[in-house]
């Protein structure tokens, strides 16, 4: 028979949704007596929370954040963990408290000895003898302004000269020049990956330290801002990519075209490429003909310059960081050749 009893804490209302988020976890434990009390706050711990069990009474020191920042966990974990042993021989376990946890961030907390639980009922809690993992509960979408800001038009250059040369050092000025935007961009997208743990800042210098994970979350936010113009060709893949050069004042391939040049994953029939500007002369000149229907050439117009073009077996392709975001928005084959992409080019280059 579970027996809770509740001490009622006056707090703020991410902390009482916190204390209603911890009794809901060990209320679904089945464990044949549970006692819960929410204690008076402490300086170190924002609530804590007895539980009885037949291997005796642990107390878990629950602290509350309004974002669990993969960068600040050191710190928090740190602080409870120092708080734990002030309580010995008393059994004490650290907690943390968000509304939402990454998966780098659970991983984090996991590395750290810090167990943690979310507002919507996931869980990792290790106690004296028993460990409750809770998952499958739906977190709330996370489309929030950090990530809106870091992936956005111009913060996302800063990124993606980051990802070009992760093992670089960079200051602000040179980080500036490669991308193509302001100091105060520069600077507000740094703040935001050291925030998520991705950049580690030492003497006014900065370095990647998770390249492939940042890689794959912007994947995960990408939303691109493009016009796409649709065609068909009666000619072959290479026959048209052929006389892109003697139409076009500026493109770039992308997609399975530029892939091939890169790490050929798979033969490909559709072409697609980037343009500053496009217009319906360029289209005749190149003999394309309308194809929503049944199109086999993409134009992406950027209304901007292409940054960071390559050439690439005499070819002009955006570069392979460029190249894999677009792959993942195609379904199918277009992940398979993302991924391979990823871990014979772009990994490669980063070793």
């Known amino acids: 028979m579970l027996k809770i009893s509740k001490s009622v804490l006056i707090g703020p209302e991410l902390e009482r949704k916190a204390q209603d988020a911890i009794h809901a976890v060990l209320a679904s434990v089945a464990i044949d007596e549970v006692e819960i009390q929410v204690q008076p706050?402490?300086?170190d711990w924002d609530f804590e929370v007895r539980v009885k069990t037949k291997l005796g009474p642990v107390a878990l020191l629950c602290d509350v954040k309004s974002r669990a920042w993969p960068n600040e966990l050191h710190a928090i974990a740190y602080r409870l963990q120092r708080a734990v042993?002030?309580?010995?021989p008393e059994v004490c376990v650290?907690?943390?408290?968000?509304?939402?946890?990454?998966a780098?961030?659970?991983e984090s907390c996991s590395e750290l000895g810090l167990s943690w639980a979310d507002l919507s009922g996931n869980a990792d809690l290790k106690?004296?003898?028993v460990y409750v993992r809770v998952r499958g509960f739906e977190t709330p979408k996370r489309e929030t302004r950090?990530?809106?800001t870091l992936y956005g038009p111009r913060s996302s250059r800063v990124i993606h000269a980051l990802l070009l040369e992760p093992s670089r050092k960079w200051n602000t000025e040179s980080l500036a020049s490669a991308s193509g935007v302001s100091f105060g961009q520069v600077s507000t997208v740094r703040?935001?990956?050291e925030q998520n743990d991705w950049l580690i800042s030492s003497y006014g210098v900065a370095t990647l330290s998770e390249p492939k994970k940042l890689l794959e979350d912007w994947a995960a936010h990408h939303k691109p801002r493009r016009i796409a113009h649709r065609y068909f060709s009666l000619d072959p893949p290479a026959k048209l990519e052929a006389r892109l050069e003697s139409v076009l004042p500026d493109y770039a391939l992308t997609e399975f075209a530029a892939a091939d040049r890169y790490a050929p994953y798979t033969?490909?029939?559709?072409?697609?490429?980037?343009?500053?500007q496009w217009t319906e002369d360029h289209g005749r000149e190149l003999g394309l003909r309308g194809g929503d229907g049944a199109s086999n050439v993409t134009i992406y117009e950027t209304g901007d310059d292409i940054p960071f073009v390559e050439i690439v077996r005499g070819s002009r392709c955006v570069s392979p960081i460029q190249t894999y975001l677009d792959l993942t928005q195609l379904a199918g084959r277009g992940l398979a050749a993302a991924e391979y992409l990823l871990e014979t080019q772009i990994v490669g280059r980063w070793k």
Do not use: D, I
């Open 41 to 43: 706050r402490n300086a």
């Open 85 to 88: 042993r002030t309580r010995q």
């Open 94 to 102: 650290p907690v943390l408290v968000a509304p939402y946890f990454s």
């Open 104 to 106: 780098q961030a659970m």
């Open 127 to 129: 106690m004296e003898g």
């Open 146 to 148: 950090s990530a809106t």
């Open 191 to 193: 703040n935001l990956l």
């Open 267 to 276: 033969r490909y029939q559709r072409v697609a490429f980037y343009v500053p």
